[in-house]
């Protein structure tokens, strides 16, 4: 089979982990051929740096390239919903970064357009693609740690000056920089949807969030408690908790070490990229790229390690949370409008 022939949509920071982290795996079975960024200087350092042979101003000129299987799309929030249609209208597939979109309605509406038009779209949840959650899933499913009473987490960096996290029009904030990552992990963990939702946050002058601490009660007793943070650095370790024993995922959202049930500590090494990543254990965005690979080739339009079912459940969450504590973007308001105009 040819390789999976990828097109990147940035030239930002996760743009180039992603791109390094592809450099590890075959090339018979992964190629990055193309990235469009809006700014010539970028896009040309990027395609440069990394040997892509073509390289777009814009991103449309990305979505007409023929030679491209899928897209990566790693721009700020706020625009995944337009360019992942963009790109789903000129038939390609999509990795699109958490969050998917900034709301329910827009992820939901984008993934069922992808199902009309028969392509494989997957929102970008890395964490679960890591080997050391393969390990924790297995446990699960033999039931070692018996019935899971907490998951426990907590995510934090002293982030919140960043214009990306700091500013609405970006779609910033913590709930949706690092909340979808705790939130994702309880959902994984208790299979099934929350009954209860208690949120609590601070904002900033921009009226975004800077963090927040979030209750989660499951139907089956279990309580999942998550706290993000923008202003400080947190632990950013799991602790999953049953009747039987717990395990300790350390730094969660992408670990290559865990706690096990017995006390040993097992350790996941990552692979080493020709070029360094930017940010933390990037290179285990490789992992998430294979799974693309694996379900387009079966012919696949959705993972079932991160379902359109999951994504809009953790997007469901998100909403509620912002509710609670106060969080608009424009998005909002400009979706349903359109929506509403449809009625």
């Known amino acids: 089979m040819p390789p999976l022939r990828w097109g990147i949509v940035s030239a930002g920071t996760i743009a180039h982990d992603f791109v390094c982290a592809v450099s590890t795996l075959p090339e018979s079975d992964h190629k990055v051929v193309a990235v469009a960024a809006r700014g010539l200087d970028n896009v040309q350092k990027f395609a440069d740096l990394h040997g892509i042979a073509v390289f777009h101003v814009g991103y449309e000129a990305l979505a007409r390239d023929h030679n491209v299987d899928i897209v990566y799309i790693g721009t700020v ?5 337009e360019l992942a249609i963009m790109m789903l209208d000129a038939g390609k597939h999509i990795l699109c970064e958490k969050p998917l979109c900034v709301n329910e309605g827009q992820s939901k509406a984008l993934f069922d357009y992808a199902r ?14 890591f080997p050391a959650y393969n390990h924790l ?7 070692d740690l018996g019935d899971i009473k907490e998951v ?22 913590t709930v949706l ?14 299979q099934e949807f929350p009954d209860e939702i208690v949120a609590e946050g601070e904002l900033n002058e921009e009226n975004i969030d800077t963090e927040m601490n979030v209750k989660l009660r499951f139907p089956c007793g279990g ?21 039987e024993g717990k395990i300790t995922l350390y730094d969660f959202w992408c670990p290559i ?21 930017i940010l933390k254990n990037s290179v285990g965005l490789r992992y998430e790229a294979e799974e693309c690979r694996k379900r387009i080739l079966a012919g696949d339009l959705e993972s079932q390690v991160m379902s ?33 105009s449809l009625k």
Request: charged share 30%; glycine share 8%.
């Open 77 to 81: 929030n706020t625009v995944h919903y």
């Open 116 to 129: 009309e038009k028969k392509l494989f779209c997957m929102e970008a949840m890395w964490s679960r693609f």
């Open 177 to 190: 920089d690092l909340g979808v990552n705790n939130i994702q992990l309880a959902l994984w963990v208790f």
């Open 257 to 277: 070490e865990l706690t096990d049930i017995d006390g040993t500590v097992r350790s996941y090494p990552l692979a080493n990229s020709k070029i360094e990543c």
């Open 137 to 143: 899933r297995e446990r699960l499913r033999k039931e």
């Open 223 to 243: 309580v999942a408690q998550m706290r993000t943070s923008g202003v400080k650095q947190l632990s950013n370790q799991a602790v999953i908790t049953g009747t």
């Open 308 to 340: 359109h079912k999951d994504s809009l459940d953790v997007a469901r969450v998100v909403d509620n949370i912002r509710k609670q504590i106060g969080i608009e973007y424009a998005e909002d308001f400009i979706f349903k409008a359109k929506r509403d």
């Open 152 to 173: 426990k987490s907590e995510l934090g960096f002293p982030i919140s000056k960043v214009e990306r996290i700091r500013m609405g029009h970006l779609g910033g904030g």
